[in-house]
């Protein structure tokens, strides 16, 4: 009897390492510290937090060794952000991915799928509606819905 629950106590000890070692290869932060993300099926990064507290923003173009590919839900929602600069490595933003920022400037590549309220600024509909085409866009205060395109 007690064999047997050694047995038991050993093999839930090694599925419980097997499971830490797991989640701890796929979320990591990368070596600033900033960035709270993990790795995609295909092995790209999405990012899922952030902890910096600099309002202008650029996200790498890789961490790790690994392309940045998406920006996670609410991965920079409240981070009182005035600019972001997103490379052309990220192909989707999740939904509240940047809501509730003073936002007035955001350079973003082409053809990037924006969730639902990725930005809540009246940003989405105008980056869609403006053929989703990459660019640096501006509008004149963090209360303005009206979004330019300014550079492309």
């Not at 790795?39 to 990064?45: A, M, V, Y």
């Not at 899922?48 to 940045?68: A, F």
């Not at 509730?100 to 082409?110: D, F, H, K, P, R």
Request: aromatic share 12%; charged share 20%.
């Amino acid at each position: 009897m007690k064999s047997i629950h050694r047995k038991t106590i050993k093999t839930a000890f090694i599925a419980f390492t097997v499971l830490v070692l797991f989640f701890s290869a796929s979320c990591s932060t990368d070596e600033q510290g900033e960035f709270i993300w993990e790795k995609d099926r295909s092995g790209g990064i999405v990012i899922t937090d952030y902890t910096g507290t600099d309002g202008k923003l650029e996200i790498p173009n890789q961490i790790n060794g690994s392309p940045v590919r998406a920006i996670g839900e609410k991965a920079f929602s409240t981070k009182r952000l005035t600019s972001v600069i997103i490379p052309d490595s990220v192909t989707s933003i999740g939904d509240w991915a940047f809501a509730s920022n003073e936002l007035t400037n955001i350079v973003i590549g082409a053809n990037v799928e924006l969730e639902a309220y990725a930005f809540d600024n009246g940003f989405e509909a105008f980056y869609n509606d403006n053929g989703m085409m990459a660019g640096t866009y501006s509008r004149p205060d963090a209360e303005s819905t009206v979004w330019t395109q300014i550079s492309k």
